[in-house]
């Protein structure tokens, strides 16, 4: 059964509780990527679990994909640890997924907080398991000066008590505009562009119909977008949508020093373009990417996008409180 909205939510992480982190795509550069965030959520009260594998390396991965798969299985059964925290993406996590035990993780569901290449995460395990994940900062963001206080604190909050209420505007530039009206409330789905499209075809094609579908990007020139946009919708992927979100597309539009094109579209004419004609709200702009300022959001809960009043509101959290007597492992 593909799951699109979520059926099953890890626990919230409680005060002093075990962040578990893998690295089931890009490797570390240097030892302060992992030392220092790992330092930063101490200094919070909070233990960190790390696995072997964020110290593999093989190139522009993380180790082999059985290894970081079976780090990432290892955490969802870890009895000791409350959430998961990826170390960064980058790319390789498309290769854990035929590797991952769906049915150990819908035994074991856990919020797992990450964005980028962790999309493929996302994905797989909401429709395979039906568990809720969070689309945020990996590990590497955590205390990292081009990072900020915003991200950090946004973070912890989805993790604690599931990111409930309306999602903040980036605080350095509070701009949000409705590229079409309208209102909706619905499961709310999807990540990055990129990653989104190339599972297309795979056993975990994402499921869009019935939900809000939220994408971002970085460093994609306007064309580029525009051939994303048309094969999810030659693919009929935005057919049953009932409303879309863009987040921040970092650097994507034309610039003087990345000229690819001597004639080109700017960027909102391709989603204008793209998503105008879906006859859903559609709403852009908010602090969901790879910027500056990420705030951190559940993926397969219910949520309302409010076009005319440009706000995307969380509506149902992404953990569950713990029950009450129940103990800490």
Request: net charge negative.
């Amino acid at each position: 059964m593909t799951h699109v909205g979520a059926t099953r939510f890890g626990r919230a992480l409680p005060p002093g509780g075990t962040i578990g982190v893998c690295a089931p795509s890009g490797p570390y550069f240097n030892k302060s990527d992992v030392l220092r965030p790992t330092e930063w959520w101490e200094s919070k009260g909070y233990r960190v679990k790390l696995t072997d594998g964020v110290w593999e390396r093989d190139d522009y991965v993380a180790g082999d994909p059985k290894s970081r798969a079976e780090d990432l299985n290892a955490l969802f059964a870890d009895p000791s640890v409350d959430v998961i925290q990826v170390l960064w993406g980058g790319t390789g996590a498309l290769q854990v997924l035929p590797l991952l035990d769906y049915e150990l993780i819908a035994a074991n569901p856990k919020a797992m907080i990450g964005y980028s290449d962790i999309t493929n995460l996302h994905v797989a395990v909401r429709q395979e398991a039906g568990v809720a994940t969070i689309h945020g900062p990996g590990l590497g963001s955590m205390g990292l000066p081009t990072r900020t206080a915003f991200t950090w604190d946004s973070a912890l909050r989805a993790l604690s008590d599931g990111a409930v209420g309306e999602v903040p505007r980036d605080p350095d530039d509070a701009y949000v505009r409705a590229i079409a009206p309208g209102r909706a409330s619905a499961p709310i789905v999807g990540g990055n562009l990129f990653t989104l499209v190339h599972l297309i075809g795979t056993p975990w094609e994402p499921r869009f119909d019935g939900a809000i579908l939220f994408f971002e990007e970085v460093d994609e020139p306007p064309y580029v977008i525009d051939v994303h946009l048309q094969q999810l919708r030659f693919a009929g992927k935005l057919d049953g949508v009932v409303g879309v979100v863009v987040g921040e597309m970092f650097n994507c539009d034309w610039r003087e020093d990345r000229p690819e094109t001597p004639r080109t579209r700017s960027l909102e004419d391709v989603l204008e373009n793209h998503l105008g004609p879906l006859g859903v709200p559609v709403l852009y702009k908010l602090p969901l990417g790879h910027g500056k300022h990420l705030a951190s959001i559940p993926l397969g809960v219910t949520a309302t996008l409010d076009a005319d009043a440009r706000t995307l509101t969380i509506d149902q959290p992404g953990v569950v409180a713990a029950s009450v007597g129940e103990g800490r492992n």
